[in-house]
């Protein structure tokens, strides 16, 4: 008799409903006949993949927490059916000391609802050999915030490490972006903000960071890649990237219908230079960037408007969607959102459905039809360019470690 059965569910390589038996948090048995469980769930044909990872979200925590923090992020993950997320170290204060990250630990540690890992910042040999003991996911680089010969510098300490680590790099080109900005400091539209950025700086950018990991030996890992260019050249030398939802689905038209609020950082791109649905394949990594602000921050005009979306419960139904329009093969999502992740950071029995591997899952009803609603999400959000928007293809179960935490829309905190 095992903790817990779900029975009469679908997975993706199997034409018969299945049985997947829980014990101690592990999928202990997946069988075509029955299995009896101390407690079992009928999920009536419903289609189980392993739980949603995320590798890029910015949940506030600690410091600005006024935007999100742990608990109302991981809440968000976990009715996104994310199960697992790795917290960006732009905090206050940075998460780029031994100190520093291990408080941001306690803190997610008593507050989220889902697994997690942390990026941590670049700081001073000493102090990044320090947080190595506590397992960061990366050492993560702003280069838009860095001169040439301080980039230098970081990548090559990062390599010196004792042990080696992934750089996870978001690629904007800090003097392009400098000059380009003061050229169209005048212009007043939200669209100008996209050519105060131009895709040519995330270009160069991600070039800067191929040679440099080139030269260093780092293993790098590029962040919201946003341009065809871009992808292309990251390809061809053969560094990992990930790709957000709104990059992939708005070009830079948007900003005439959603002005600040689309507002992030790499900006969306002219239709000529993005990538696109099309563009996702076996070997594509989702990220969402998560990044809430509050509503005053992000309606402060063209230039003062703080860049960042929310998209941590829209993400999959968007891209549900995508299948549901034959736009995208449904077997692509567990690979894009949960297997590739998982091998790219390395976190073991995590990503895919296999006995033996932890239970960590998402159960989706591909025909659940709806339109997104801000006041029904978790977040601290209260703005998202998908609110209104129609999907098909959503969420019904997220569970963690053989726990449920969120179903029919409600999480753990109003189930128990």
């Not at 993005?274 to 230039?303: F, M, R, V, Y």
Request: with cysteine.
């Amino acid at each position: 008799m095992f903790d817990l059965v779900l029975k009469n569910l679908k997975l993706l390589d199997y034409s018969n409903e299945l049985f997947i038996a829980i014990e101690d948090g592990k999928i202990a048995k997946i069988s075509k006949s029955s299995i009896k469980g101390e407690k079992e769930i009928d999920l009536k044909g419903q289609l189980v993949f392993p739980g949603l990872i995320d590798p890029h979200v910015h949940f506030r925590d600690p410091g600005l927490t006024y935007k999100e923090d742990f608990k109302t992020g991981s809440m968000a993950a976990a009715h996104g059916g994310f199960t697992f997320v790795m917290d960006m170290p732009n905090t206050v204060p940075k998460t780029n000391t031994y100190k520093s990250f291990k408080d941001k630990l306690k803190i997610a540690e008593s507050k989220s609802i889902v697994n997690f890992g942390l990026h941590a910042g670049y700081s001073t040999l000493e102090e990044m050999e320090k947080i190595l003991e506590l397992n960061p996911m990366s050492f993560k680089i702003f280069m838009d915030l860095e001169t040439d010969e301080d980039l230098d510098k970081i990548f090559k300490d990062i390599s010196d490490l004792s042990k080696k680590s992934i750089v996870t790099a978001h690629c904007e080109k800090r003097d392009m972006v400098l000059e380009y900005t003061k050229k169209l400091s005048n212009e007043t539209e939200a669209i100008a903000y996209s050519y105060g950025r131009p895709a040519e700086s995330e270009d160069e950018s991600v070039a800067q960071a191929i040679a440099l990991s080139k030269k260093y030996g780092n293993d790098l890992h590029i962040c919201h890649l946003s341009t065809k260019n871009a992808m292309n050249l990251a390809i061809s030398n053969n560094v990992s990237f990930e790709f957000t939802p709104h990059h992939l689905l708005y070009d830079n038209t948007a900003f005439n219908e959603f002005g600040t609020i689309i507002k992030t950082n790499p900006p969306l791109r002219e239709k000529t230079k993005k990538i696109t649905i099309q563009d996702l394949n076996e070997n594509s990594i989702i990220a969402t960037d998560h990044a809430p602000h509050s509503l005053e921050e992000k309606t402060k005009g063209t230039w003062d408007s703080s860049p960042g979306i929310p998209s941590l419960e829209t993400v999959l139904s968007l891209l549900l969607t995508e299948v549901n329009k034959s736009n995208l093969d449904l077997s692509l999502i567990p690979k894009i959102f949960s297997e590739n992740v998982a091998k790219r950071f390395n976190l073991e029995n995590k990503g895919f459905i296999k006995e033996g591997f932890d239970a960590d899952l998402v159960v989706l009803d591909l025909n659940k039809e709806g339109v997104f609603d801000i006041d029904n999400f978790y977040t601290k959000a209260e703005y998202s360019p998908f609110d209104g928007l129609y999907y098909k293809g959503k969420v019904t179960m997220t569970m963690v470690n053989g726990d449920i935490i969120m179903e029919n829309d409600e999480c753990i905190d109003s189930l128990y």
